[in-house]
């Protein structure tokens, strides 16, 4: 995989592996696109990766925090507007669809339109047209629609808060980023960059994590993700005068819940016990019936569907346990 697909999502796990194959697959795809996941997963970085590993790499990509365009503003933003078109419109504006023409659009945190301006963006996707607000004639863009969420657009659509239509309309081909906690060991590797990087730069090139920190990044939750990694890495790092930083003591927490986060660690540990146990279970089920899901989610007492869930979940794979059941074999 090229080093332009891969853009900055750094860590080694299976399940980062599988999301830099479907950016490839994807950005080969001149379609519209629906990066989702939690908050602080990267999927800014997603889109932009899609953006330069396809055949527009060499326009613009602009993107657009939905969340923070006003209600009354947003088709003005979009598609610009006309000179008078409204009160403090005293010069003609081009909009955000102009600006990305032949490029990618990235429409952040999606499900924070209003119905309203859902629609006119929707009008937009069928056809590639649009109007200027005050405008009388229709213009044409040639442009990519990335968008990304970290709200479930099917259930926001189920009640009526989402349009169904337009999100059939950008969820043509999908890429679900992990949390952090679903990413193996990636969090310590992660924690090491970040470090090694600020050392550089502040000239503490011997700066390590401590034991501590490694056991912290390993039974905490990270809500963040990997942003909220990032900070606290950073902030650990400025507060410590020693080569060896301890991140434990920097994540951020409510005042007066400093007490309260000892069980967290009990919660996280059980988790992670849980997960643990899942992973194995479904893992020697596939082995068991040779990557049979029907007859392994029977074994387990569960609908077909459910059982896939899991497996998915886990990153398991049931045409890797047929090979590995067929390896057993040909070794007897």
């Not at 109007?131 to 629609?145: A, F, M, N, Y």
């Not at 968008?147 to 309309?169: C, G, I, P, T």
């Not at 790092?237 to 920097?250: G, H, R, T, Y």
Request: aromatic share 6%; proline share 2%; hydrophobic share 40%.
């Amino acid at each position: 995989m090229s080093a332009r697909f891969g853009f900055q999502l750094l860590g080694s796990s299976e399940s980062l592996a599988k999301v830099r194959t479907q950016i490839e697959r994807v950005a080969r795809v001149d379609a519209a696109v629906l990066v989702e996941g939690e908050t602080g997963t990267g999927k800014e970085m997603v889109a932009r990766a899609i953006h330069y590993g396809s055949k527009r790499a060499d326009r613009a990509f602009v993107p657009v925090n939905c969340g923070a365009l006003a209600e009354t503003l947003v088709e003005s933003e979009l598609f610009g507007h006309e000179r008078g078109a409204f009160t403090d419109a005293k010069v003609a504006s081009l909009g955000l669809v102009s600006e990305a023409g032949g490029g990618t659009l990235f429409l952040d945190e999606v499900d924070a339109l209003s119905l309203k301006a859902q629609a006119a963006l929707l009008r937009f996707l069928q056809d590639g047209s649009y109007r200027r607000v005050g405008g009388s004639s229709t213009k044409q863009s040639d442009v990519r629609i990335v968008v990304a969420s970290n709200a479930n657009l099917n259930e926001l659509a189920e009640a009526r808060r989402f349009r169904k239509d337009l999100l059939y309309r950008i969820n043509v081909l999908s890429v679900y980023l992990p949390t952090l906690r679903e990413r193996g060991d990636d969090g310590i590797e992660l924690a090491r960059i970040f470090l090694t990087r600020l050392g550089h730069h502040h000239g503490r090139p011997q700066v390590r994590l401590t034991p501590a920190s490694i056991a912290f990044i390993q039974s905490y939750t990270w809500p963040g993700n990997v942003r909220e990694l990032e900070n606290v890495v950073q902030r650990a790092f400025l507060l410590s005068d020693s080569n060896e930083v301890d991140i434990s003591q920097a994540v951020s927490q409510p005042r007066g819940e400093r007490s309260a986060a000892e069980p967290a660690v009990f919660r996280t540990a059980k988790q992670q016990a849980v997960k643990e146990f899942e992973r194995l279970y479904v893992s020697r089920l596939l082995m068991q019936t040779n990557g049979n899901l029907t007859q392994a989610a029977l074994i387990a007492g569960q609908d077909r569907s459910a059982f896939g869930r899991l497996v998915r979940k886990h990153s398991l794979s049931p045409s890797r346990a047929q090979a590995a059941t067929a390896a057993r074999a040909g070794e007897a």
